[in-house]
């Protein structure tokens, strides 16, 4: 079907769909009843239901935590152009409150586990809750773009279209610093960085300043 005649309704209708398929490859969850409700009712009004702030979170919110796939889950979904301008102010505002609350859940887990968070090999980076989330990743990458704050490689440049976009986003204090109830600032907190100098600020299980990184250069 040709996309470009379908109205935003209808094309978010289609990528609801495509979120259930997405989910169910990458991680075996098939949610049906989301998807029985998506076609009964169609995917703006599903949305529109599950972003009361009395209605619970979609069933695999918390499954996507466990896989560190919240980029998959609805929430994220509605917070991104051109969805969010369907929404109201109200429903982006749960959106965002779930992600926040099952990000904070998983950076508790984190926390007591810090040795744990970073790989120390150049090729792996494991990212923490705040640097996976959807909504604060966008606002930094708005602000700062998107090439590397400490070497400056750019993907899409290097690799064409089929990169855009692509960039790890850094969180500047180690975790062991934040408490729980902290609120991430995504300007003053985050930048973006490209995994091998990722991989660097963390090597050994260390937060580098991005300085310090950017001197041996
Ligand atoms: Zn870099
Ligand atoms: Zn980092």
């Not at 966008?138 to 998107?146: A, P, Q, S, V």
């Not at 590397?148 to 089929?162: A, L, P, Q, R, Y």
């Not at 003053?188 to 580098?208: E, F, Q, S, W, Y």
Request: proline residues 4%.
């Amino acid at each position: 079907m040709d996309s470009t005649h379908l109205s935003l309704e209808d094309r978010l209708h289609e990528e609801m769909i495509a979120i259930y398929q997405n989910v169910g490859r990458e991680t075996g969850y098939w949610a049906h009843r989301y998807l029985q409700r998506v076609r009964r009712v169609g995917g703006l009004q599903a949305a529109k239901d599950w972003l009361k702030p009395t209605s619970n979170p979609t069933s695999g919110l918390q499954r996507l935590v466990e896989i560190n796939r919240l980029d998959l889950s609805l929430e994220a979904l509605v917070l991104q152009q051109p969805w969010s301008s369907l929404f109201t102010s109200e429903e982006l505002s749960v959106a965002q409150k779930r992600l926040n609350a099952v990000s904070s859940f998983r950076l508790s887990e984190e926390v007591s586990d810090d040795q744990n968070l970073i790989e120390g090999s150049v090729c792996q980076v494991t990212i923490n809750s705040h640097e996976r989330n959807p909504e604060a990743r966008r606002r930094c990458i708005e602000h700062y773009g998107t090439s590397c704050c400490v070497c400056g490689f750019n993907f899409e440049e290097k690799f064409g279209s089929i990169a855009q976009g692509f960039i790890h986003v850094h969180h500047l204090k180690p975790l062991s610093e934040i408490r729980k109830e902290y609120e991430i600032d995504p300007v003053a907190d985050l930048r973006p960085v490209c995994p091998n100098c990722h991989a660097i600020i963390h090597l050994g299980g260390k937060t580098r300043t991005l300085e310090e990184v950017k001197s041996w250069l």
